[in-house]
């Protein structure tokens, strides 16, 4: 009999990351939910894992505290055997124009989304790499392909998330890992809300905003067996804006 996969997806308690969690899920994968804060939210997502037909459990800690990491996998592996899946989604914006920002805002938004895809993803390559198998998914943006004014730190930080995903792929693909991103564009979430809905949508091809399980969709495919031969890839969820 074939063991249920384990699935870690952190920043999994709203929006992207809930969308993931719940698509894993409901693909029959047994999802960990990372978050930092807001446990009502967290609970949220478990309760929507399990109407999805499978289970989960909460696991919260700070992506940027290495040690936490650490300790957090350990704990996952030592419950579940291997981690299957990762899914790199935390993420956090402090935008504002260069001139303006301070060092803290530069070093918080690298630290979260680059520094804390290293904290989590080592100790998981570590395992990945003995049992030969894995599938390593991070989410970056668009911003970090195209450039985004007023998202100098982000952009940054989403670009480097690219060069990482590249590198790392490179590095494992002979022990069946395989490392891509997917880079959502303007996705209804609450990273969006305050934004002028209507004047963004008219610079989008599409025509509109994207939703959350569209690009737990691609993730959910990443993930799959028919995903195997691809490695190193970006895959847009843009709506033709990049």
Do not use: H
Request: a neutral charge; proline letters at 3%; aromatic letters at 4%.
């Amino acid at each position: 009999m074939t063991q249920q996969e384990t699935a870690l997806v952190t920043g999994g308690s709203r929006g992207i990351g809930r969308a993931i969690a719940v698509s894993l899920a409901a693909s029959g994968r047994f999802v960990y939910i990372n978050y930092q804060s807001g446990i009502d939210a967290a609970k949220e997502t478990l309760a929507a894992v399990k109407e999805a037909g499978s289970d989960g459990v909460l696991l919260p800690f700070d992506v940027t505290d290495q040690k936490a990491a650490e300790e957090a996998v350990a704990a996952v592996i030592r419950e579940r055997g291997v981690i299957d899946i990762l899914v790199n989604n935390a993420g956090i914006r402090d935008d504002m124009l260069m001139v303006w920002m301070k060092s803290e805002n530069w070093d918080r938004v690298l630290s979260t989304n680059l520094t804390g895809f290293y904290n989590v993803t080592k100790p998981v390559v570590k395992k990945m790499l003995s049992k030969r198998k894995g599938r390593i998914i991070n989410i970056t943006s668009t911003s970090g392909q195209m450039g985004q004014a007023g998202q100098v730190n982000y952009s940054a930080s989403k670009a480097g998330l690219i060069g990482a995903t590249m590198a790392l792929a490179r590095e494992i693909a002979k022990r069946s890992i395989t490392v891509n991103a997917v880079a959502p564009g303007f996705i209804e979430t609450d990273m969006t809300d305050g934004l002028p809905v209507e004047q963004i949508a008219g610079t989008i091809p599409a025509g509109r905003l994207g939703k959350p399980e569209e690009v737990a969709a691609a993730v959910n495919f990443l993930c799959s067996p028919e995903a195997g031969y691809i490695t190193g890839q970006v895959i847009g969820i843009n709506g033709g804006i990049c």
